[in-house]
């Protein structure tokens, strides 16, 4: 055999895994990490210390496996999201990307498929793979915008058993209307399809964006996903959580494994929620950074998309290649994510984001 192969040739890998490339943003150690759309303030001390008090109190029952239907979590999980939700409608996991990944197991696999609408979320491609569900990919209009009719026409015809709708979308930042999502869902009943709606930005969508929350009464196939990696700050603790009708969530008992969320998950996930508020406070002063960054882009002759979460998109870049090193040079980390033209930012703190423009602007003029 030849040694020299890459190893991924020479194992045995399922053929629709040959060739692909993991989720790889990089991780940097630079002073301004603004590339994978964390929240970038510091938790606040206080609700670390109410995180530390209660691991170390759920650390007493180490020795046995945490509830298996992390029952105080869905509860609190339900209880901040409101609109009538109750623990029943509930569904967590590590991130809402194993959330994501549940609901592939369940409603996609072989001979079943899942649409996107590109450019979007990168993992749905990759999730769909690694359950062996064909990957649709849907279109946008040039502006990179969906409406209700082109997103409903292509799902009539494609048929998937699984619809991504990402809202605030990643990377373009732009939230979808109810209209679009009530169309899709229509569209999708001849299918029987799984209406996703990806809302892990929801917390930074302006003022009259309304959530999907407010679509699920009667609507058994719609899911709702969120996360508190991204508004809540903690992308570290890995928790991620969906609203649905209660069969979706016992769909889910079916291939989570048992004890997936660890108690020390567990434990850290219900004390941050003990301090919605605390955690939450930070969002306005995102969001005055992002709408910063859009006015201050458009002030350079940059073209942002508009931005419902704590990012932005923007094009107008001759070499965007460049200008991701050349930031990089001064200590700043943003995302190329291969749309050309086009490079995304994630909104900082003040300090971080007056690095990310003041860097910009230099070498767009240098560049002149
Ligand atoms: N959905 C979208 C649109 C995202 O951008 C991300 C993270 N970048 C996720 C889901 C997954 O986040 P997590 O697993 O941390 O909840």
Redo the contacts with the bound molecule.
Sequence with gaps: MNQSMDPCERLPLRDNLRGLKPYG?PQLDVPNMLN??ENTHPLPVEVRDSIAEDVRAAAANLNRYPDREFSELRERLAGYLGHNLTAANIWA????????QHILQAFGGPGRSAMGFPP??S?YPLLAAGTDTEYIKGVRADDFELSAESAAQQVREAQPNIVFL?S????TGTALGLDVIKAVYDAGEASNAIIIV????AEFSHVGTPSALTLLEGRERLIV??????AFAL?GA???YMAAAPSVADAMRLVRLPYHLSAVTQATANAALKHVDALLANVEDIKMQRDRIVDELKRMGLQPASSDSNFVFFGGLENPALVWQELLNRGVLIRDVGIPGHLRVTAGTEAETTAFLTGLEEILEKSQ
């Design positions: 943003a994978v759309n996991g590590n991130g809402s990307n194993e959330v994501l979007t979320y993992m990402c605030p979308n990643n990377p990806d809302e892990a930005y996903s969120r996360t508190m990696s991204k992308a890995r928790l991620g």
